[in-house]
């Protein structure tokens, strides 16, 4: 159905303009009974699409500001494809100060998710030691010298507490400064993870030593390479992934 089943929205919901940022998606902004939110149309399976859902409610509860999902007229959090969430107002961070809020709340969304559940048909980095495919990620498309690399990366998070990570959040584009704390948006690559995953952020902001600093870099070079494998990002990453 596509966009046609905005309608499930209200008789009178509408998109209004395409919006930057959706690499996997097709996200626009929207206008439901007379509210701005924003609305995204993919290719993620229901079960997928209802582990998204589900979290994003269970941070909103725990406090966290979040695109909680909007419900269709008869109570649905998605339906034939789109899903809409409500609108986040605010910029990227800009400063160091900024980025410390950044990570502390990164840490909130690791402590509220220690108990969850993968992400349909996901893998972690750990996982990854003896696993080649998982979602978007397929070890056996890149060479083996870059796969040793990549899991030698990953090695040193072995036996480490894993909760739910973002996946992307030094990306400035996936962050709001909002009048009500910061807001992650875009959870596309959320899944069950080891947090030092989300750690390695501009400034050091999460206040990492030398060691751990280095264990999260090194491990979130390893995940991206492998996730966008092979565009010229992940030949960027992969670059910064040190040899075995």
């Known amino acids: 159905m596509g966009w046609d089943a905005l309608g499930q929205w209200g008789a ?3 998109r209004i303009e395409r919006l930057a940022g959706g690499s996997s998606n097709d996200v626009w902004s929207v ?9 995204r149309l993919g ?7 209802a582990w998204e859902g589900a979290l994003l409610r269970h941070l909103d509860r725990s406090g966290m500001t979040v695109p909680v999902p909007i419900q269709t007229m008869d109570g649905r959090l998605f339906v034939d494809g789109p899903v809409v969430m409500k609108y986040m107002e605010g910029g990227p ?9 950044v990570a502390e709340t990164l840490r909130q969304l690791h402590r509220a998710t220690q108990d969850w559940p993968q992400r349909p048909g996901w893998r972690s980095s750990t996982d990854l030691l003896h696993a080649d495919t998982g979602t978007r990620i397929d070890l056996t498309a890149m ?3 870059a796969v040793a690399r990549c899991r030698a990366a990953r090695a040193r998070l072995a036996g480490r507490q894993s909760c739910v990570v973002h996946g992307n959040p030094t990306n400035p584009s996936n ?20 947090p030092d995953l989300d750690l390695a952020l501009p ?18 070079a ?9 565009d010229d990002y992940s030949v960027q990453r992969l670059a910064e992934v040190r040899a075995v």
């Open 203 to 220: 400034y050091n902001a999460a206040g990492l030593d030398d060691a751990a600093h280095d264990i999260a870099a090194q491990a979130s």
């Open 31 to 39: 206008r439901i009974n007379g509210q701005l939110a924003v609305a």
């Open 222 to 230: 390893a995940w991206e390479a492998a996730v966008c494998w092979k």
């Open 12 to 14: 009178g919901a509408e």
């Open 143 to 145: 060479p083996d010298e």
């Open 93 to 101: 961070p800009e400063t160091e100060a900024n980025w410390r809020r």
């Open 175 to 194: 962050i709001r400064m909002t009048a009500d704390g910061v807001a992650l948006i875009d959870w596309d690559e959320a899944h069950i993870d080891v």
């Open 43 to 49: 290719k993620r399976s229901d079960e997928d699409l």
